[in-house]
């Protein structure tokens, strides 16, 4: 039975979702189940990344492997990636045609150490898997509010810090809205919105102003990774990590990622380690990202790293949102759930069931949104603040704002860190 005919909205929301993105990427998405629904990962149909110091062992088991797993020779991209610390390769026409994941097994089998090999994943905004979501827990919901939600928090007096937020892009008109003061003297890459609004159209402007609510003396810059639409709202890892080395041209201190990804047997993101590895950890930079919106426990990259602050959602009357994944990828919670912020004014069709076809018209420069990805930029704009105020190191920032977090308890998420409200 096709997934269409199921009839449940979670099912079938996740199968619009990735067919959705399957078209946008023409067709450069594979997933790791027979029914979209029930993807763990999704991931590129033919490339796989590898260490360098693994290099040599991967090349040596395919080659003692031969034509037992490949029908043609491998070939290694013609990319530099993080100073040739990752290698990326493309594979020919397997046998049997066997997926990525699928040749990996084999090459595992064969000697290969499990782990030194990875498909190149798809990270998408606030994606999830197993019968999860590739994007936010809702489209976005048109609003009668004129003030954003959590509300601007005065800052009087306190140095300039700098914010890159690494996402869809950013509206440019946004900046000089009277609509949306918080947002001015804010840059990024042109996001290229229209009057119909594409599938995460403002989805980066929006984050940007929770980040400066929160923390109004911020230098905020909007590092684009889906210009146009490009990518669906995705992006494959390879491509992520040179998206993240651009952002270090700003010189942040703080990067809010409101994205990320299951990985094969939940193995850690091989091209973020060694992002973290190369260029992260030899700055006084902290990463905060999304825990995503699946409502479990499995790792979600990066926000499970122990180097990466991830973050939760909480509804507004503190309860953890029934979305918000738990355990190691939150290391701590925060509002997320129906928060309003800066968003493009014109007209957006839904594309997700219950709501496909669903005509929704903002003309307000505001929108109401729900997902973790809306939580992390409290985490960050608060972590900015921070470091605005008492002139920390982003590290001792971090630290400072997670020790204030409320320590609770959930029936079904066990022992957690809250930021509850007001934060400022």
Known sequence: MGDWKIGDDRRRRSTDQLRAFAEANDGQVAWDTEAPADFTYLFHPDRVLVRAADVEA??????????????????????????????????????????????????????LRRGAASPDHWVHVSPGGGGGTTCPAIEPQETGLTEPWPPQAPQPEGQEVSVVVVDTGWHPPAATDPRTPWLAGVEGDDELNGPDLRPYAGHGTFIAGVVRCMAPLTR?????FAVGGLGGGG????????????????????????AGCRTRLDLPSIALETFHRTRLS??????????????????????????????????????????????????????????????????????????KGDVRVFGTGLARWSGTSFAAPVVAGLIARE???????AGDARDAVLARAVHDSDPMVGPLRELRQPYA
């Open 58 to 111: 991967f090349e040596s088991t395919v080659a003692r492997l031969g034509d037992r797993v490949l029908s043609g020779e491998l070939r290694r991209d013609d990319v530099s990636l993080l100073d040739d610390e990752l290698v990326r390769y493309v594979l020919p026409e397997r046998r049997e045609g066997r997926s990525v994941p699928e040749v990996l097994d084999l090459l595992e089998e064969g000697g």
């Open 220 to 224: 905020v810059f909007v590092e684009g």
């Open 235 to 258: 992006v494959l890892e390879s491509d992520l990590v040179v998206q993240l080395e651009e952002a270090l041209a700003h010189d942040p201190q703080v990067i809010n990622l409101s």
């Open 282 to 355: 030899r700055r006084d930079c902290v990463l905060v990202a999304a825990a995503g919106n699946d409502s479990w426990a499995a790792p979600f990259w990066p926000a499970a790293f122990d180097w990466c602050v991830g973050v939760g959602s909480l509804d507004r009357d503190g309860r953890v949102s029934e979305f918000s994944n738990f355990g190691v990828s939150a290391d701590v919670y925060a509002l997320g759930r129906n928060v309003v912020n800066a968003f493009p004014d014109g007209t957006f069709v839904c594309h997700e069931s219950p709501d």
């Open 387 to 393: 470091i605005s105020a008492t002139g920390a190191s």
